[in-house]
């Protein structure tokens, strides 16, 4: 049975940093990762995804130029390093994983994704 787990959340100040990881398990997912988040209140929406093919990534506009998404495909992980957090990037981040999209893909879109983790707490106090 295929899973991720992420890992990395916490409380951090405005400005602080964190780095989230999700290491997926019971198969290699060759094809697009991706991080989304969830406020509450809100729709989960999307973060960042990264290509099997590692030289393509995707940001949504409030995180561009803060986030940065990588991957290790040997160890079949995806990493998100957040920067300059904000309280507004408080909340439930999600990793997702692709199992159809191609080599090149990075999909924004929450059903493009098959395999989803349970997601790590991230507050950002003011």
């Known amino acids: 049975q295929a899973q991720l787990v992420e890992s990395g959340g916490g409380l951090v100040q405005t400005g602080g940093s964190l780095r989230l990881s999700c290491a997926a398990s019971?198969?290699?997912?060759?094809?697009?990762m991706g991080w989304f988040r969830q406020a509450p209140g809100k729709e989960r929406e999307f973060v960042s995804a990264?290509?099997?093919?590692?030289?393509?990534?995707f940001y949504a506009d409030s995180v561009k130029g803060r986030f940065t998404i990588s991957r290790d495909n040997a160890k079949n992980t995806v990493y998100l390093k957040m920067n300059s957090l904000k309280p507004e990037d408080t909340a439930l981040y999600y990793c997702?994983?692709?199992?159809?999209?191609?080599?090149?893909?990075?999909?924004?879109?929450?059903?493009?994704?098959?395999?989803w983790g349970q997601g790590t707490q991230v507050t950002v106090s003011s």
């Open positions: 019971g198969r290699t997912f060759r094809s697009a």
């Open positions: 990264m290509s099997w093919s590692n030289d393509r990534t």
């Open positions: 997702a994983a692709s199992t159809t999209s191609g080599l090149y893909s990075v999909p924004s879109v929450g059903h493009e994704y098959d395999y």
